[in-house]
């Protein structure tokens, strides 16, 4: 099927359009691995996972040494995940027509433009649905209401908890929420935030040790269904993650979901489940994420609840969530593309590849890029809802 070209054919033309571009925050805010080029197209790359130590002691005078103090040393596994290509066509025709008017490179700059704003879009949304479903703890009252001042403050305490980096820090959220911190007195009044940049530019800035950002893809994943459920007739300790369940209620959870217990207030992330049908069951199990629960309790069936459906803001540390990403691999023979280049995205720095594939009078351009997004340190996420 032909372009459509007919608008863009009159005698005299002026090139004006300027491409839309989403807000992108998770991807500056993420880590980068350069080693990604090693991994192939679903391959596993694994990064090492040091053990907490408890085996802390008392220093007792002896002429032999302790004993020795082995470790298991855990990994976290990555993978390349996609490889995508993002294409536009056109026939020596349609270049001829296009030259008359508004020039055939200018529109092939914009086609480019579009082409690396979808792929970039994609790998932002990967990585917010990544942080929303890896998140350690969550903190906000109520879903559907854009968070305060005091839910960013409580977000930090969760990091601070779960003893994440003091630096590199970063808020990313969505544009309600940052309507809401714009209209926040205590940050753009210039005698109390001691800073004009918000009330002149704007730009959202530092707030608590967090670099604020905004994101078009930050997620609102559905509430599991989940309801009149209880644990198993157990114990609590703190940091436990595996919940056993007892046969009560309905419906099911997954992860992502954010639960509560009755007697703790503590907002926890669903890492896993294992469920064997469609209701809770004996044997059911719910796994939270690292690091687990927060308030030891005594054995007593405890109700769940499941928060509703909610805007999934993040807080985090850089470390916490990785992003890999490659050109897609070519067979050593190499492929029927004519030419090939890199293209580097000034807004993400992400970099692409464009090739040149010819046909019969004809030629398709493809836009294409590799890329894995994985949660390497839960603990170093909090979800602020919204």
Not at 40 to 69: E, F
Not at 211 to 231: F, H, K, L
Not at 253 to 281: E, H, M, Q, R
Not at 320 to 326: C, E, F, M, S, Y
Request: glycine content about 8%; aromatic content about 6%.
């Amino acid at each position: 099927m032909a372009n459509t070209l007919t608008n863009l054919i009159p005698d005299f033309y002026a090139a004006l359009d300027v491409v839309s571009r989403e807000l992108t925050g998770f991807l500056p805010a993420s880590q980068r691995d350069a080693s990604a080029d090693r991994c192939a197209l679903n391959a596993t790359m694994r990064s090492h996972v040091a053990p907490s130590n408890a085996a802390a002691g008392n220093i007792t005078p002896a002429m032999s040494l302790p004993s020795a103090a082995d470790q298991t040393i855990g990994n976290v596994a990555f993978t390349i995940q996609k490889s995508r290509f993002a294409p536009f066509s056109w026939t020596g025709e349609e270049q001829n027509s296009v030259d008359s008017g508004p020039g055939y490179l200018n529109i092939q700059q914009d086609q480019i433009a579009q082409a690396i704003r979808a792929l970039t879009n994609e790998m932002e949304a990967d990585l917010a649905s990544a942080a929303a479903l890896g998140a350690s703890r969550a903190f906000g009252a109520t879903a559907g209401t854009a968070p305060v001042l005091a839910d960013f403050a409580q977000a930090k305490k969760i990091l601070d908890d779960n003893g994440a980096p003091m630096s590199d820090r970063h808020f990313i959220v969505d544009t309600t929420a940052g309507v809401a911190l714009r209209g926040t007195s205590n940050l753009f009044k210039v005698n109390e935030a001691g800073d004009p940049t918000m009330l002149r530019q704007g730009i959202l800035g530092n707030l608590y040790g967090f670099d604020i950002r905004e994101s078009a893809q930050v997620v609102t994943p559905t509430a599991g269904t989940m309801a009149s459920a209880t644990s198993s007739n157990a114990a609590f300790t703190v940091g436990q993650t595996v919940i056993p369940l007892a046969t009560a209620g309905t419906g099911v959870v997954a992860a992502g979901d954010i639960i509560t217990f009755a007697n703790d207030t503590n907002k926890y992330v669903v890492a896993s489940v294992s469920f064997a049908g469609a209701n809770p069951a004996s044997g059911d199990t719910i796994t939270l994420a690292a690091p687990g629960l927060r308030k030891a309790q005594a054995a007593a069936t405890r109700a769940i609840t499941v928060f509703a459906t909610s805007t999934r803001n993040i807080a985090m540390t850089r470390n916490a969530l990785l992003v890999g990403t490659r050109l897609p691999a070519l067979p050593r023979e190499g492929d029927m593309a004519i030419d090939r280049t890199v293209e580097v995205d000034p807004r993400t720095g992400i970099a692409f590849e464009l090739a040149v594939y010819p046909g019969f009078r004809m030629v398709t351009y493809h836009l294409s890029a590799a890329w894995g997004v994985k949660v390497m340190k839960p603990e170093h996420i909090a979800t602020i809802i919204g």
